[in-house]
Each structure stands twice: as C-alpha cells, then as structure tokens.
C-alpha cells in the first residue's frame, strides 16, 4: 500500500463514521433532501425574492417565478447546516406548482412532518424557511 491508498483509506473510515452519525440523528428523508437538493440555487430575474438572517446565524434566500399568481419555480440559498438544506428543498417541492395563495397556508409543521421530523435543535430550520418564504410573498405583492 502507498501513502495515496492510505489516506483514501482514511477518508472512507471518516466519511462513514459521518454517515453513521447522521443517520442516528436525522430520518432517512432529511438526509435525502440535504444530500441531493434539487432546489438549491438562485433564479435569475425572479418575480420575488427574499433573504433572512435566522436567530442561530443560518441565512437562507428563496427566489420565486411567479405566473398568473402560480409558482412556477422556485430556488432556495442557504450557508446553513444539513436541516436548513433540508427544510429548503422540502418547502421549494412542497410549493413548486402551488398558487401563491396555498404557499401562504403551508407551515413550518408541515415541513417538519414531510420530513418525518428534525432534532428539537434544528427544529428552527423549518421557522426560517417560513419566514423567508413570507416575506418573499410580501415582497413579490409590494411590486
């Protein structure tokens, strides 16, 4: 073995140590959602935009298409943790498709019960994603 072979070694005994870590804490679909986030990204020229500071030092922006008051598309930004990465492709998926009047009514509990759930500590996540998605709406209505 070479010292490439090693460290490659090495690499894969952390990452699975990580894996396994995770997935005491976090229900099979939050890891899908932060791992493959299909939502993650920016629109250019969207009709609505908006971005929030949360209370734990996470920021999250989500960017809205909007026609004849339907969300076509929808992106979310986040430098946040896993659960924010999470809760922003479950709410992008969640309100892709809807009128902005259903997006309006959906709350942070529905995110979390898509989710099948989140640590009491990351619970926040699912709060700041509502928020930012309100205040996109007020934004996109103050046009």
């Known amino acids: ?24 804490i976090y229900s099979k679909k939050v890891i899908e959602e932060y791992r493959k986030p299909i939502y993650f990204g920016k629109i250019k020229k969207p009709d609505a935009s908006a971005k929030i500071k949360g209370s734990c030092g996470d920021t999250m922006k989500i960017d809205l298409k909007i026609k004849n008051q339907k969300i076509i598309d929808t992106r979310f930004w986040t430098d946040g943790c896993g659960a924010s990465i ?48 309100k205040k996109c709406i007020k934004n996109y209505y103050k046009k």
């Open 1 to 24: 073995m070479n010292e490439d072979d090693d460290f490659n070694k090495l690499i894969q005994t952390l990452q699975k140590k990580i894996d396994e870590k995770e997935e005491s």
């Open 86 to 133: 999470a809760c922003g492709n479950m709410l992008s998926k969640m309100i892709k498709g809807k009128t902005i009047e259903k997006a309006e009514k959906i709350t942070n509990k529905k995110i979390l019960k898509e989710l099948d759930g989140l640590p009491d500590e990351h619970k926040h996540c699912s709060v700041l994603c509502i928020d930012t998605l």
